[in-house]
């Protein structure tokens, strides 16, 4: 037997069941089938000043069982916590994960220097 579709109406109804810290979500359609995204007030680390952090988008589709919703939003309040845990963890007074780093320079740092162990001496 084939999973019913969904509506805009029942996902949100899913979706308001569930509860994180001051933590919204937020889903839009989209296409053939919906986004999921984490919305929270919060200080922006650049400037301080308070700001709406929007997280990434989770696609959802309508024939979604209530299980993949709920994980689905599991999965996305983690992934954003994961973005502000690398925001506010400094070494020497950087950022040294920053969510936000140029993936072209990251493949530039792939040729930086590693900190690697010494193979045990036999």
Request: charged share 30%; with cysteine; glycine share 4%.
């Amino acid at each position: 037997m084939a999973q019913p579709k969904k509506s805009l109406a029942e996902l949100r109804a899913i979706l308001a069941e569930v509860q994180f810290l001051d933590r919204k979500i937020v889903l839009m359609e989209k296409g053939d089938g919906f986004l999921l995204q984490v919305q929270y007030l919060e200080a922006d680390v650049e400037t301080g000043e308070p700001a709406l952090q929007k997280a990434r988008k989770w696609y959802v589709s309508p024939y979604s069982t209530t299980t993949e919703v709920v994980r689905t939003a599991y999965k996305a309040i983690c992934t954003s916590m994961q973005h502000v845990v690398d925001e506010h963890f400094l070494y020497r007074g950087k950022r040294i994960y920053s969510p936000h780093y140029d993936v072209e320079s990251l493949v530039e740092l792939d040729q930086a220097r590693t900190d690697r162990r010494e193979p045990p001496k036999k």
